[in-house]
């Protein structure tokens, strides 16, 4: 069993950075993907970057590289995404989630998934 938990969303003026957290607790940090999901209203949940395992690799979506920053902390069974140089198009509930196979850009692949946090970007 894996339990993801998001945090560290909010309201911020574009231009702006925010950190987002996700703890795990259970055999997360074992699996070989980790990633973040977003979904804005009325649109589809879109991959936005991922890491594997041994954060020895990342991958991200076209429309955040050089933007956003994803990473990992082993010991305290954390994963990041720091999102700086915010846009309105990034308004979007952010999820994390896990799954087996490392990079995957889809979401049905990836098997846990943490509740969300609301980053909305205004401005």
């Known amino acids: 069993q894996v339990n993801l938990v998001e945090s560290g969303g909010g309201l911020v003026q574009a231009g702006g950075s925010l950190r987002l957290s996700c703890a795990a607790s259970?055999?997360?940090?074992?699996?070989?993907?980790m990633a973040w999901f977003r979904q804005a209203p009325g649109k589809e949940r879109e991959f936005v970057a991922a890491?594997?395992?041994?954060?020895?690799?990342?991958y991200y979506v076209d429309s955040v590289k050089g933007r956003f920053t994803i990473s990992k902390d082993n010991a305290k069974n954390t994963v990041y995404l720091q999102a700086d140089s915010l846009k309105p198009e990034d308004t979007a509930v952010y999820y994390c989630?896990?799954?087996?196979?490392?990079?995957?850009?889809?979401?049905?692949?990836?098997?846990?998934w943490g509740q969300g946090t609301q980053v909305t970007v205004s401005s």
């Open positions: 989630a896990v799954g087996p196979i490392y990079g995957s850009t889809y979401s049905s692949q990836y098997l846990y």
């Open positions: 890491i594997r395992w041994d954060g020895g690799r990342t």
């Open positions: 259970g055999s997360s940090f074992s699996w070989p993907g």
